[in-house]
T-cell receptor, first 114, second 113 residues
Framework: GQQLNQSPQSMFIQEGEDVSMNCTSSSIFNTWLWYKQDPGEGPVLLIALYKAGELTSNGRLTAQFGITRKDSFLNISASIPSDVGIYFCAGHLLFTGTASKLTFGTGTRLQVTL | NAGVTQTPKFQVLKTGQSMTLQCAQDMNHEYMSWYRQDPGMGLRLIHYSVGAGITDQGEVPNGYNVSRSTTEDFPLRLLSAAPSQTSVYFC????????????FGSGTRLTVV
């Protein structure tokens, strides 16, 4: 199946630092999504990107849909302790007909130290 | 609150036992799916459904069955549990035909001993 390579796998940063993570695919997608998962919970949607080149912000989060449609990145500015969690990228490809599936990256585990 | 409800939250099974993980959504979403999450593996699709009476296999379907008799419910059945099925299971739903992100349940942590 399709593979999404997400990097880095984990990162330790200090509060106030900026964070950058990215996701690359062997296939093109028509939507890129970024999720955050808190411990013991399901992933929650942070940002959705719908066309190549799109740059979208949500508070301190900024994400971009790569021009080639095979990559995306997520930046977090001025990190705070509650940013701790696992961040997943996901590619959404609308198949012919009505079915649609998400392919997920392996996640980036973020830990923030004071 | 509207959303995806999964039960139970935790479960321990013995090898060979069967059980059903429940998933219900109240958002009238057509699309529902089951994922398993294992360390370092991300989320892998088990089965999905695009509407009542329609199901299909995902990436890792072996050992699991599903059915979709109503729009709201999408149970996942383990017929004969194996230790390799120890994982955290998530149900997710969305509308079809639009690029909306999925809404996830809070997960079921299953241990097979």
């Amino acid at each position: 199946g399709q593979q999404l390579n997400q990097s880095p796998q984990s990162m330790f940063i200090q509060e106030g630092e900026d964070v950058s993570m990215n996701c690359t695919s062997s296939s093109i997608f028509n939507t890129w999504l970024w999720y955050k998962q808190d411990p013991g919970e399901g992933p929650v949607l942070l940002i959705a990107l719908y066309k190549a080149g799109e740059l979208t912000s949500n508070g301190r989060l900024t994400a971009q849909f790569g021009i080639t449609r095979k990559d995306s990145f997520l930046n977090i500015s001025a990190s705070i302790p509650s940013d701790v969690g696992i961040y997943f990228c996901a590619g959404h490809l609308l198949f012919t007909g009505t079915a649609s599936k998400l392919t997920f990256g392996t996640g980036t585990r973020l830990q923030v130290t004071l | 609150n509207a959303g995806v409800t999964q039960t139970p939250k935790f479960q321990v099974l013995k090898t060979g036992q069967s059980m059903t993980l429940q998933c219900a959504q109240d958002m009238n979403h057509e699309y529902m799916s089951w994922y398993r999450q294992d360390p370092g593996m991300g989320l892998r699709l088990i089965h999905y459904s695009v509407g009542a009476g329609i199901t299909d296999q995902g990436e890792v379907p072996n050992g699991y069955n599903v059915s979709r008799s109503t729009t709201e419910d999408f149970p996942l059945r383990l017929l004969s549990a194996a230790p390799s099925q120890t994982s955290v299971y998530f149900c997710a739903s969305s509308y079809i035909g639009r690029n909306y992100g999925y809404t996830f349940g809070s997960g079921t942590r299953l241990t097979v001993v």
